[in-house]
């Protein structure tokens, strides 16, 4: 089967009790057994819930992986993730990760004794230089966030298996359509579902999905000795997000390399991120394991704060917030917003600017997104 065939049936099979075409959302937490001590399916929707097992199938179909594991958001994929270590073992981490990652490597794992190294994997000679006696996984983020910037995924992945360390790839950003680490040589692939997957700015949650059956098992494992599962509602409503996540990603990969042109010649523009520009720095690495460039990008503004102030709260079809991957298309300032809590020292050191904007573009239609920058960019 092909993708989208893939993203609406894998998973979704017509309801065996009462043919129901979409999978039914099985709110209950419990459910009865035959015998004591013969247990069925179905014990306890920690363990497992038929809705979120729809979702769980597809997502590893979509991904191409065994394993398919929901969680309760992103960030509570990434925690169970890092439970597969042990206290002792070392990280190599990107040095351009989601903040939310960062704080939680930083300020809560290695509180338990994990050890963590910031490389910029975009040299895999440097991460080579990074591993240790004890280093067993590598995690990385491509396209970064706020700027884009492209990990080549089967270089990293090689350095990984001859170390005998877990390659780790936070695929949020490029979403299963246009990119599958796991085909790449990753071991293990993250998703915030809030993001593309759901797609409507409407839940939040999370998923993991593993290339190896004994990894997918203790992730399983993991997922119900933690517990921070998935409510059977929001797993039905990402479900629903990934019936459309094809037609989707067209309309923002094409609004989205439109605007990019766009702001390339709008003379109040420094510097275009986008990994769809034909001058992206690594412009080879995304042909090759990109399908598309997907819907965000950034862009630095020329003069100052004033100016970004200004664009940010004239436009009126661009929503000023965080988030991104919705169909309504989202602006807002890394420095102020979602990467504030960057000390600017270090934000600089990244190259994230004072001026930097960041887009999640949506699906609207692209004269609409068009004229209300031009509108915005007229009063600078
Ligand atoms: C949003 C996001 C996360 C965290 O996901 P939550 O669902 O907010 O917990 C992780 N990685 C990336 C790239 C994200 O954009």
Redesign the pocket.
């Known amino acids: 089967m092909r993708f989208s065939t893939k993203a609406i049936h894998a998973g979704q099979d017509p309801d065996p009790a009462t043919g129901s075409v979409t999978v039914p959302v099985y709110l209950t937490s419990t459910y009865m057994q035959l015998r004591p001590g013969r247990e069925g399916k179905y014990v306890y929707s920690r363990t497992a819930n038929p809705t979120r097992n729809a979702l769980e199938e597809s997502l590893a179909a979509l991904e191409g992986g065994k394993v398919g594991v929901a969680f309760s958001?992103?960030?509570?994929?990434?925690t169970t993730v890092l439970m597969l270590l042990r206290k002792g073992d070392h990280v190599i981490a990107g040095d351009d990760?989601?903040g939310?990652?960062y704080r939680l490597f930083d300020q809560v794992l290695r509180n338990y004794g994990l050890q963590f190294t910031y490389v910029d994997p975009r040299s895999p000679d440097k991460v080579e230089q990074a591993v240790r006696k004890n280093t067993k996984m590598i995690w990385i983020?491509t396209p970064t966030?706020p700027l884009m910037r492209v990990v080549d995924i089967r270089a990293i992945s090689k350095i990984a298996t001859k170390n005998h360390a877990m390659l780790v790839v936070?695929n949020?950003?490029a979403s299963p359509y246009l990119q599958n680490p796991l085909k790449l040589g990753a071991n293990i692939s993250?998703?915030?579902?809030?993001?593309y997957l759901g797609g409507h700015s409407d839940l939040?949650?999370?998923a993991a999905i593993a290339t190896d059956t004994d990894v997918g098992k203790r992730l399983k494992f993991l997922q119900n000795a933690v517990g921070a599962v998935p409510g059977p509602l929001d797993c039905w409503l990402v479900l629903r997000g990934i019936k459309t996540l094809a037609v989707r990603m067209d309309r923002h990969d094409s609004n989205a390399k439109q605007i990019s042109e766009f702001l390339q010649k709008e003379p109040k523009v420094e510097q275009v991120y986008y990994p769809g520009l034909p001058d992206h720095p690594q412009r080879d690495v995304v042909k090759r394991q990109m399908r598309g460039y997907g819907g965000m990008l950034s862009f630095e503004l020329k003069g100052g704060f004033g100016d970004c102030e200004k664009l940010l709260t004239k436009l009126r079809v661009f929503t000023l917030a965080e988030?991104?991957?919705g169909v309504e298309s989202l602006i807002e300032h890394p420095a102020s917003m979602t990467h504030a809590s960057i000390p600017r020292q270090r934000r600089m050191e990244q190259g994230i600017k004072d001026t930097l904007i960041r887009m999640s573009v949506g699906i609207e239609d692209v004269e609409d997104l068009l004229e209300d920058l031009q509108r915005g960019f007229k009063g600078l």
């Open positions: 958001s992103g960030l509570a994929a990434t990760i989601y939310g990652t983020e966030n936070d949020t950003f993250v998703h915030s579902t809030t993001k939040i949650g999370g988030s991104l991957g």
